[in-house]
């Protein structure tokens, strides 16, 4: 096995069992915890702001959490060099695993991917969680310029409070840190390619959806506008939308009613 990175240390997996397996010709970390119904979350464009998204799902569900290839604990993977990669990847890891059919939340960009993976393999998704999902271009609602962003003001982009994120940013320069958020953002350019966050190709892929779909999004979101919660709605047959007051980018980690909604959703 190759050295895989250290990740992040601020990220406490304790109270996890992590395993490696080879999937794609690369070694890829999951994490695991509780007992029951399988839930399998894919994180979005970085693995460093704690877990606190998995509030009360292991006291009912067994919880997955795979590191996408290229970051956190798992290798970069040059086979892996699109969504649609990354998608037929984690059938291959379900297989693995073992999981036929699994209840699938998805963030940001991982909610691209959980999206993606139920318009594909409907059969192998019983209910489907987007929070803030990637990937559906929306005209009157288009992406801001993130290229103007200084790096340090980046995080106040992800959550209206930012307390939720300070106990996971270093206190001053921390070169670890910045090796990893320069790794991960390089697989995220990968996986996106030529598209970008969008994908033109979304609403047709939506509308193949089966699975009941609840959609989160947070009304302070700055990195994709909350606008863009009615389409996907509209794209998904039946789909349900939360929208959270006060509430950024990453609503499973800023907001307790956010993780309420999805454990009531999933039960």
């Given at each position: 096995?190759?050295?895989?990175?250290s990740g992040d240390r601020?990220?406490?997996f304790?109270d996890?069992?992590?395993?490696?397996?080879?999937?794609?010709?690369a070694?890829?970390?999951v994490h695991s915890a509780?007992?029951?119904?399988?839930?399998?979350?894919?994180?979005?464009?970085?693995?460093?702001?704690?877990l606190?998204?998995?509030s009360g799902?292991?006291?009912r569900?067994?919880?997955?959490l795979?590191?996408?290839?290229g970051f956190?604990?798992?290798?970069?993977?040059?086979?892996?060099?699109s969504i649609?990669d990354c998608?037929e990847?984690?059938?291959r890891l379900f297989d693995?695993l073992?999981?036929?059919r699994v209840h699938?939340?998805?963030s940001?960009?991982?909610?691209r991917i959980?999206?993606?993976?139920?318009?594909?393999?409907?059969?192998?998704?019983s209910k489907?969680?987007?929070?803030?999902p990637?990937?559906?271009?929306?005209?009157?609602?288009?992406l801001p310029?993130?290229?103007?962003?200084?790096p340090?003001d980046?995080?106040?982009y992800?959550?209206?409070?930012?307390q939720?994120?300070?106990p996971?940013?270093?206190?001053g320069?921390?070169?670890?840190?910045?090796?990893?958020?320069?790794r991960e953002?390089?697989a995220?350019?990968r996986?996106?390619?030529?598209?970008?966050?969008?994908?033109p190709?979304?609403p047709?892929?939506?509308?193949?959806i089966?699975?009941?779909?609840?959609?989160?999004?947070?009304r302070?979101?700055?990195?994709l506008?909350?606008g863009?919660?009615?389409?996907w709605?509209?794209?998904?047959?039946?789909?349900?939308?939360?929208?959270?007051?006060?509430?950024?980018?990453?609503?499973?980690?800023?907001?307790?009613?956010?993780?309420q909604?999805v454990?009531?959703f999933?039960?």
């Amino acid at each position: 096995m190759s050295m895989l990175p250290s990740g992040d240390r601020r990220v406490d997996f304790s109270d996890w069992h992590r395993q490696y397996y080879q999937i794609d010709g690369a070694v890829i970390a999951v994490h695991s915890a509780g007992e029951g119904t399988p839930v399998v979350y894919l994180h979005g464009g970085g693995t460093w702001h704690g877990l606190g998204f998995t509030s009360g799902l292991t006291d009912r569900f067994k919880v997955y959490l795979p590191h996408h290839p290229g970051f956190g604990l798992s290798e970069d993977n040059s086979k892996i060099a699109s969504i649609a990669d990354c998608v037929e990847h984690y059938e291959r890891l379900f297989d693995t695993l073992d999981l036929q059919r699994v209840h699938l939340v998805g963030s940001s960009l991982g909610g691209r991917i959980a999206a993606e993976f139920a318009a594909r393999y409907p059969n192998r998704v019983s209910k489907l969680v987007l929070a803030a999902p990637a990937g559906l271009t929306v005209a009157e609602h288009p992406l801001p310029d993130l290229s103007t962003v200084e790096p340090q003001d980046f995080p106040s982009y992800l959550v209206n409070d930012m307390q939720v994120l300070l106990p996971f940013l270093p206190a001053g320069p921390d070169e670890e840190f910045m090796s990893m958020r320069v790794r991960e953002g390089g697989a995220v350019m990968r996986l996106l390619g030529q598209t970008g966050l969008d994908n033109p190709g979304m609403p047709a892929m939506l509308q193949r959806i089966s699975a009941p779909t609840l959609i989160l999004w947070g009304r302070s979101d700055r990195i994709l506008p909350v606008g863009q919660a009615e389409h996907w709605k509209n794209n998904i047959a039946g789909a349900e939308v939360k929208v959270l007051e006060n509430i950024g980018h990453l609503p499973l980690d800023e907001s307790a009613e956010a993780r309420q909604a999805v454990l009531d959703f999933l039960d």
